[in-house]
C-alpha cells in the first residue's frame, strides 16, 4: 500500500508539471505625460514653472531623472485678462519670470497653459488674500542624542483667520553662515495642518529638529507660516509623507490639478519669524 501511494504521488507531480506553460504577459502600454509644477507667491521675487515628461514605469527607463523640457510655450492668465508669456531660463533649467514684470495679487485666480510637441496642459490657482502672521514664535536646544545629534524644539502660534477655508505649512530652516555672502538653508522640520475645527482660533505647532553640527555658542534660525491655497497644501502634504522616514508609512497617490498633464499648480502666502538660540 505504501508503495501505491508513492506511485501515485510521483504520477500527481508530473501531471502539475506537464500542466506548467510559459506564459508572455502584455504589459499595458503607458504613454509619456507632461509634468508641470508650479507655486506662486506675491512674496517671491520670480515665477518660477517646471516642465519634464514622465517615464511611464513599464518602459524600465535607465535613468530615474525626468527629461527636462526647453522648448514649451507657456502663458500666465489672471482672471481680469492679464496675460503674459514666462521665458525658459537656460541656466536654471526652468521657466523664470520677474515678479517686476508681472506682479501676483493676493485674492486672484492664475491659470498656466503649458504647450509642447503634442502636450498641452492647464492648470488654475488662487492666490490667498490673507498673509496670516506669526504670533509667537520660540526654540530652545533639548541637549544631544544618543546619536550625537543636537536636539532643538521650537513652538509656534498664530490667529487663524476667521471666516475662511485656510491651509498652512509651518517649516523651519537653519541658517549656518560661512560667510557673510555664502549663507546655507537645511530644511530641518515640516508640517502642514488646516483650520478644520479651529476657525477664527489660535493655532500652535510644536516641533522637534537634529543637526549634527559641532556645538556652537548661538544657532541661527528661520520659522516660516506659509498660507496656501488647497492644491499647494496636498501637494506637498502628500510629498513630504511619501519621503519621509517612517519605514511603515504607506505612498500616496501623488495629487495633481493639471489638466491634460500631471504636476499641479498652487499658491502661498509667506511669513517669516527668526529665532536665535544660545548654548
Request: charged share 25%; net charge negative.
Amino acid at each position: 500500500m505504501k508503495n501505491l501511494y508513492i506511485i501515485l504521488s510521483l504520477c500527481l507531480s508530473f501531471s502539475l508539471m506537464a500542466c506548467e506553460k510559459e506564459a508572455t504577459i502584455e504589459l499595458p502600454e503607458a504613454k509619456p505625460k507632461a509634468v508641470v509644477l508650479s507655486f506662486l507667491c506675491p512674496e517671491e521675487e520670480f515665477i518660477t514653472v517646471s516642465v519634464t515628461v514622465s517615464k511611464p514605469l513599464y518602459n524600465q527607463p535607465k535613468s530615474l531623472e525626468f527629461p527636462i523640457v526647453p522648448n514649451a510655450i507657456i502663458t500666465i492668465t489672471d482672471n481680469l485678462g492679464n496675460d503674459t508669456v514666462i521665458p525658459y531660463h537656460p541656466t536654471r533649467l526652468e521657466y523664470q519670470l520677474a515678479q517686476a514684470n508681472y506682479p501676483l495679487f493676493p485674492g486672484r485666480t492664475y491659470t498656466l497653459k503649458v504647450k509642447f510637441d503634442n502636450f498641452e496642459v492647464s492648470g488654475s490657482t488662487t492666490i490667498p488674500a490673507t498673509r496670516v502672521p506669526i504670533k509667537v514664535a520660540k526654540g530652545d536646544m533639548q541637549g544631544v542624542d544618543q546619536f550625537g545629534q543636537l536636539q532643538f524644539a521650537f513652538s509656534t502660534k498664530w490667529d487663524d483667520a476667521k471666516g475662511e477655508k485656510n491651509y498652512y505649512r509651518i517649516a523651519i530652516d537653519e541658517k549656518f553662515g560661512f560667510s557673510p555672502w555664502d549663507t546655507n538653508y537645511t530644511l530641518m522640520s515640516d508640517q502642514f495642518q488646516s483650520d478644520d475645527y479651529h476657525d477664527g482660533k489660535e493655532m500652535f505647532s510644536r516641533s522637534e529638529a537634529y543637526d549634527y553640527g559641532e556645538m556652537q555658542n548661538e544657532y541661527y534660525f528661520d520659522i516660516y507660516l506659509l498660507t496656501t491655497d488647497y492644491n499647494y497644501y496636498e501637494f506637498n502634504r502628500r510629498r513630504v509623507n511619501y519621503f519621509g522616514d517612517d519605514p511603515f508609512s504607506e505612498p500616496l497617490p501623488m495629487y495633481s490639478n493639471m489638466a491634460g498633464g500631471l504636476g499641479v499648480i498652487g499658491s502661498f502666502r509667506r511669513t517669516s519669524f527668526p529665532i536665535t538660540i544660545k548654548k
